[in-house]
Each structure stands twice: as structure tokens, then as C-alpha cells.
T-cell receptor, first 113, second 114 residues
Framework: GNSVTQMEGPVTLSEEAFLTINCTYT??????LFWYVQYPGEGLQLLLK?????DKGSNKGFEATYRKETTSFHLEKGSVQVSDSAVYFC????????????FGTGTQLKVEL | EAGVAQSPRYKIIEKRQSVAFWCNPI?????LYWYQQILGQGPKLLIQ????????DSQLPKDRFSAERLKGVDSTLKIQPAKLEDSAVYLC????????????FGQGTRLTVV
């Protein structure tokens, strides 16, 4: 089946620190990969996505590269801000699979001054 | 553009009672999804509609959960009777169509079964 594994949280960083949240996947078909973010009290929002191998998704200073050889889609940001504090979810959907999303368990990020 | 609307935001019920959640997707979005998010886990798809037809309900516990999308717009998810393990956030999402398009999520309904 399809599954997503991401690093457990919470991850606590100081402002301006470098962020990496690891995500690996298993898929029965060819997946598209996503990172969703959930800010406190809000719904899930798409942060970035990549639809084929070696694609890099980027948004708001966050980046993730689709690595087929390592089945990974790690999220990175060079300098985090307090406003980045949220829960981050890695997800996949299978091309031709109806857009159904399979999510990881989420990683809570806390950024402190 | 208005987002996905869900109500209520919070609901507390006793086990064996029934409950219903309502979702209004983004205007023009043909595909609607209901996800269940148990505390500490990622969201899990319960049911997916394309217009008013069911595309995937393989993970919907049909003995107690039901959902409908009359007229292909609003949707209602019902649980009857509720169990303690149904305590979760129920998320509604919509997308333009089934395929590689972005899904937009509502804020969810937090259900507590006591």
C-alpha cells in the first residue's frame, strides 16, 4: 500500500535556525508529493508540491526535492521565523488515483526567539 | 474567494448518540472529500465524492458512518451511533476535479465522544 513516514516532533528551534523535516514514502504507483501546513486554529494549507522525480517545490522560503532514488521529500528552510510555528504534514497522491491524499503523522515545529 | 466552510466547529456528545457535520465546498469544485484526523495521526480519507457520486468510500465504517452530497454541492457526514474512538477532527476538503489538482481544506469539526 501507500504510506508516508515523517520525523516525530516536536521540533524546537531558535529563530533564524536551519530547518529540516524528514519525509520518506512508499507507493504502489507514481506519486505526487506534498507538504501541508496547519497553523494553530486554522485548516490545512498546501505549502508546496512536486509531481515528478527531481522536481523541487518551493514556497515562502521552504523547499523540498522529490528524490525517487531515496523515496524522500524532505522539507527545508534556511532561516525559520516564529511565524513558521505550525504542524507540517507530508503527503502523497497517486497519479490516476483520484487525488486521494495519504498523510504522514505530522511534525510540530516550535520556533522560539 | 470563500474557502471551504464547515460546521459546527466543535461538538461534544455521549457515546451511542448520533451527530452530523456539514460542509460547503468552494464554489465550482466538483470533488469533495471527508477526512478523519485522530489526535497524533495524519488525516485519513473516509469518503470522496465527484459531483454527487461516490468515488471512494473504502475506508468509511459503513455500519455507523454515512455521507451524502445531494445536488453535488453541500455534503453531510453522519455518525450513528458514536463510539469513543470516533473522537477526532473531521476535515472536509474540495478540489476542482478528480486528478492532480490542489485540495483546499476547511477548518474542521472537532468531535469529542464521552
Amino acid at each position: 500500500g501507500n504510506s508516508v513516514t515523517q520525523m516525530e516532533g516536536p521540533v524546537t528551534l531558535s529563530e533564524e535556525a536551519f530547518l529540516t523535516i524528514n519525509c520518506t514514502y512508499t507507493a504502489t504507483g507514481y506519486p505526487s508529493l506534498f507538504w501541508y501546513v496547519q497553523y494553530p486554529g486554522e485548516g490545512l494549507q498546501l505549502l508546496l508540491k512536486a509531481t515528478k522525480a527531481d522536481d523541487k517545490g518551493s514556497n515562502k522560503g521552504f523547499e523540498a526535492t522529490y528524490r525517487k532514488e531515496t523515496t524522500s521529500f524532505h522539507l527545508e528552510k534556511g532561516s525559520v521565523q516564529v511565524s513558521d510555528s505550525a504542524v507540517y504534514f507530508c503527503a502523497l497522491s497517486i497519479t490516476g488515483g483520484g487525488n486521494k491524499l495519504t498523510f504522514g503523522t505530522g511534525t510540530q515545529l516550535k520556533v522560539e526567539l | 474567494e470563500a474557502g471551504v466552510a464547515q460546521s459546527p466547529r466543535y461538538k461534544i456528545i455521549e457515546k451511542r448518540q448520533s451527530v452530523a457535520f456539514w460542509c460547503n465546498p468552494i464554489s465550482g469544485h466538483a470533488t469533495l472529500y471527508w477526512y478523519q484526523q485522530i489526535l497524533g495521526q495524519g488525516p485519513k480519507l473516509l469518503i470522496q465524492f465527484q459531483n454527487n457520486g461516490v468515488v471512494d468510500d473504502s475506508q468509511l465504517p459503513k455500519d455507523r458512518f454515512s455521507a451524502e452530497r445531494l445536488k453535488g454541492v453541500d455534503s453531510t457526514l453522519k455518525i450513528q451511533p458514536a463510539k469513543l474512538e470516533d473522537s477526532a477532527v473531521y476535515l472536509c476538503a474540495s478540489s476542482l476535479r478528480t486528478g492532480n489538482t490542489e485540495a483546499f481544506f476547511g477548518q474542521g469539526t472537532r468531535l469529542t465522544v464521552v
